[in-house]
């Protein structure tokens, strides 16, 4: 029997639903919350996402502050635009877009961001406290939003194998240090792979839930499959594609058609991960507001 699918755009449309009726209470409390996005230079890809999150900040009810920078930008500059918005009183979460332009160092900006602030949990002090599992953080939006497909679609997780292919700090490293924590939603016992791994097969096989952050298109085929495993596909690449009009098409790093066959769930690609995450995005900037009135 074909893996059931998991529905990441239904599971976001809910996660936001709750958003919008978090950021209706604050506005009745006299808060907006408000998201500021930043972009600098004039990456296609980039402008598609940050005007999606921009406007899903908008129908949750949020104030939307999208900052559109010159590619030719300095990091002075930057650095300034980020000082600017720590202490905007109607900006609760700052985000900013990567990647940025060869001359400004992303992890010099990440710093710069007040952590209180920092709605990406890109921001070491938000990074230790996810790992020492202290709540009061901000968890980066993939992670988080896998660890909710899961949650939502009725995986139970404790005492389970989770394998996690790739190491980014984005995505691999805060979704093994999470599904190693000591909550319901995690203990598992975590592996990480990535491309010094040895034997990948013999890894991914014994997993009950794998996690596919690799960046390559269709690296995980139906062998590499215990039955019964939940996946989750991470990829977003584009490969050429004679039937579709455009020439291309997304597909992810699992090869969707074979590993459907063998696993238990799965997560398509489009509409899988993806609307998770600008969802989670919602949620921290909805938090970040919060925060703001304790
Ligand atoms: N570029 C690709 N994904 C992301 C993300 O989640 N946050 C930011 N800031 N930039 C990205």
Same mark, same amino acid.
């Given at each position: 029997?074909?893996?059931?699918?998991?529905?990441? #755009?239904?599971?976001?449309?809910?996660?936001?639903?709750?958003?919008?009726? /978090?950021?209706?209470?604050?506005?009745?409390?006299?808060?907006?919350?408000? !998201?500021?996005?930043?972009?600098? +230079?004039?990456?296609?890809?980039?402008?598609?996402?940050?005007?999606?999150?921009?406007?899903?900040?908008? *129908?949750?009810?949020?104030?939307?502050?999208?900052?559109?920078?010159?590619?030719?930008?300095?990091?002075?500059?930057?650095?300034? #635009?980020?000082?600017?918005?720590?202490?905007?009183?109607?900006? &609760?979460?700052?985000?900013?877009?990567?990647?940025?332009?060869?001359?400004?160092?992303?992890?010099?900006?990440?710093?710069?961001?007040?952590?209180?602030?920092?709605?990406?949990?890109? &921001?070491?002090?938000?990074?230790?406290?996810?790992?020492? +599992?202290? /709540?009061?953080?901000?968890? @980066?939006?993939?992670?988080?939003?896998?660890?909710?497909?899961? %949650? *939502? @679609?009725?995986?139970? $997780?404790?005492? %389970?194998?989770?394998?996690?292919?790739?190491? @980014?700090?984005?995505?691999?490293?805060?979704?093994?240090?999470?599904?190693?924590?000591?909550?319901?939603?995690?203990?598992?016992?975590? $592996?990480?792979?990535?491309? &010094?791994?040895?034997?990948?097969?013999?890894?991914?096989?014994?997993?009950?839930?794998?996690?596919?952050?690799?960046? /390559?298109? /269709?690296?995980? $085929?139906?062998?590499?499959?215990?039955?019964?495993?939940?996946?989750?596909?991470?990829?977003?690449?584009?490969?050429?594609?004679?039937?579709?009009?455009?020439? $291309?098409?997304?597909?992810?790093?699992?090869?969707?058609?074979?590993?459907?066959?063998?696993? @238990? %769930?799965?997560?398509?690609?489009?509409?899988?991960? +993806?609307?998770?995450?600008?969802?989670? !995005?919602?949620?921290?900037?909805? #938090?970040?507001? *919060?925060?703001?009135?304790?």
């Amino acid at each position: 029997m074909p893996a059931e699918l998991i529905d990441g #755009r239904a599971i976001a449309k809910k996660v936001r639903a709750e958003v919008a009726e /978090r950021a209706r209470k604050l506005v009745a409390r006299g808060v907006r919350p408000g !998201l500021a996005v930043v972009m600098v +230079g004039d990456d296609p890809a980039s402008a598609v996402y940050t005007t999606a999150k921009a406007k899903a900040a908008e *129908e949750a009810g949020m104030y939307s502050l999208n900052v559109r920078l010159p590619a030719d930008t300095s990091q002075a500059d930057l650095l300034s #635009r980020v000082d600017a918005l720590n202490t905007d009183p109607k900006i &609760h979460g700052i985000l900013i877009q990567m990647p940025l332009p060869a001359q400004i160092d992303p992890d010099t900006v990440i710093r710069r961001i007040n952590p209180a602030k920092d709605v990406d949990g890109f &921001h070491p002090v938000n990074v230790g406290k996810m790992l020492i +599992g202290e /709540r009061d953080g901000f968890i @980066s939006c993939t992670p988080a939003g896998i660890q909710v497909l899961l %949650k *939502e @679609s009725g995986v139970k $997780t404790p005492g %389970k194998n989770c394998v996690v292919i790739g190491r @980014s700090n984005i995505v691999g490293k805060p979704m093994a240090a999470l599904m190693m924590q000591n909550n319901e939603n995690a203990n598992c016992t975590v $592996t990480v792979c990535h491309r &010094h791994t040895a034997d990948l097969k013999s890894h991914t096989r014994a997993a009950d839930i794998l996690i596919v952050a690799a960046g /390559r298109a /269709r690296i995980v $085929t139906a062998d590499m499959v215990k039955p019964g495993a939940v996946v989750i596909d991470v990829g977003t690449n584009r490969v050429a594609d004679a039937r579709s009009k455009s020439g $291309t098409k997304l597909v992810g790093d699992v090869d969707f058609e074979s590993v459907r066959e063998v696993a @238990s %769930k799965i997560t398509p690609v489009p509409g899988g991960v +993806g609307p998770m995450t600008i969802a989670m !995005l919602m949620s921290n900037t909805v #938090r970040a507001a *919060e925060m703001t009135l304790r």
